[in-house]
């Protein structure tokens, strides 16, 4: 939450140039509480593991979210419930025709990296939800294959195959600690990795976008889109501590070539509990987002993708 303080104090500036989130007497009188709406267009087939990782960090502010479980309106899940899928979750078609509009909007990642785009069943789909954001979605977060497909979407941004997993605990540098999304953030950190591909460097910054957060190792991790009011990671910080273990775990059972999650276990050995060294970043991330859509999406839920975005 925002610290008020006078705009003539020495501290304000001080603090916002450090992205400390604070606000003056007229921002703070301005303000009205009401439930923020967050939307999780959930494309993994665990959903309830997916629902309880993201429901977790969004929850964990002192803010009141409204969580809606949104579905691509065709595709069915094989891996959950139907009653499930029937109680808690609409399908897109249906929000879409309701009109109603929302603060956030998580867009997950999915295990079809090795398809292209175009041969993604749901993708035409996909494609109208992103052009929707535009107009009912304050600000969208695209996570892993979810924001590769939405990097692609509106700035061309490709992804590429790697020759192997990217796959383990990987450590990352803070590119930009002022940013209102990174605050409280380390220099460097540690986020749970695990794609088949890969989004390059030179990509993000050709298209103007600012790289937040970005790896020696495995690429550009967090971008912020701006004109779109969204933010695209590529790596798992919503991970729980034993979810790369449950992935490798799997493909042994399979039989399918797989390399030990690298950092992840204490000594690399699977035989070992692994740690969670991203909890608190986690954490962090979401939490910033959710505080960034309170300082500026609108109070009349009508005016978003109508009025300006202030800050």
């Not at 603060?103 to 992103?130: C, K, M, N, S």
């Amino acid at each position: 939450m925002p610290i008020k303080l006078p705009s003539d104090l020495p501290a304000f500036d001080v603090l916002t140039r450090e992205g400390v989130m604070v606000m003056t007497e007229e921002q703070a009188a301005r303000q009205d509480i009401r439930p923020l709406r967050i939307g999780l267009l959930n494309l993994m087939p665990k959903k309830i593991q997916t629902e309880n990782q993201f429901a977790r960090l969004i929850g964990a502010t002192p803010l009141q979210i409204e969580f809606s479980l949104i579905r691509m309106s065709e595709h069915q899940t094989k891996n959950t419930a139907a009653e499930h899928m029937e109680t808690f979750y609409r399908p897109f078609t249906e929000v879409a025709a309701s009109g109603e509009k929302f603060d956030g909007l998580i867009i997950t990642g999915a295990p079809i990296e090795h398809l292209r785009f175009d041969e993604v069943t749901y993708w035409d789909e996909l494609r109208q939800v992103f052009d929707w954001t535009q107009t009912h979605v304050h600000s969208t977060f695209g996570v892993c294959w979810g924001g590769m497909a939405m990097i692609n979407h509106f700035h061309g941004v490709k992804k590429h195959m790697l020759d192997a997993k990217a796959f383990g605990a990987v450590r990352h540098r803070n590119l930009e600690p002022a940013s209102p999304y990174l605050r409280g953030f380390s220099d460097d950190m540690v986020i749970p990795v695990s794609r088949w591909t890969e989004i390059h460097r030179e990509e993000v910054i050709a298209a103007g976008l600012p790289l937040l957060i970005d790896s020696e190792e495995t690429g550009p991790c967090l971008v912020e889109d701006p004109c779109h009011r969204a933010l695209y990671i590529f790596n798992h910080l919503e991970y729980d501590s034993g979810t790369l273990k449950e992935e490798y775990d799997r493909d042994i059972a399979a039989g399918n070539p797989i390399n030990v999650p690298a950092n992840y276990y204490p000594d690399d050995d699977p035989s070992k509990p692994p740690q969670n060294r991203w909890r608190s970043h986690a954490h962090l991330l979401y939490g910033n987002w959710i505080n960034q859509i309170y300082q500026s999406t609108p109070f009349d839920l009508s005016l978003i993708g109508k009025a300006p975005v202030e800050a």
